[in-house]
């Protein structure tokens, strides 16, 4: 019963790319990764060692829409940069609100 059903997640593009910036952000980002996975939301996750360029580059080789910035300005205000890679608008969204806003667009 199962296997259609993880047949389609395995073909699914990512809708989000995680990507930690600076020393000590991949914690944060891999807790903020569950939560959006707990979502249904298929979501890839960087590493703090990656400069914000090269998250972009991967995130858009892997076919992702948007890019979620996870700083340490963002982590202390709960508020994340979420920049949609096609058009290049780039919003900051609560916690709270992130996995309905990526659903939404």
Same mark, same amino acid.
């Not at 019963?1 to 995680?18: C, G, N, T």
């Not at 920049?83 to 609100?97: A, L, M, N, W, Y």
């Given at each position: 019963?199962?296997?259609?059903?993880?047949?389609?997640?395995?073909?699914? =593009?990512?809708?989000?790319?995680?990507a930690p910036l600076g020393a000590g952000m991949n914690r944060p980002a891999a807790r903020l990764a569950r939560e959006l996975r707990r979502h249904d939301l298929v979501t890839e996750l960087g590493d703090e060692t990656f400069r914000l360029k090269k998250s972009f580059e991967t995130a858009s080789k892997a076919g992702v829409r948007y890019v979620l910035i996870v700083g340490?300005?963002?982590v202390k205000s709960d508020t994340f940069a979420l =920049?949609?890679?096609?058009?290049?608008?780039?919003?900051?969204?609560?916690?709270?609100?992130l996995a309905a806003k990526i659903k939404n667009k």
């Open positions: 019963m199962s296997l259609p059903q993880s047949a389609e997640l395995a073909i699914r =593009k990512p809708d989000v790319y995680i340490e300005n963002e =920049k949609d890679i096609e058009s290049g608008e780039q919003v900051t969204v609560p916690r709270g609100e």
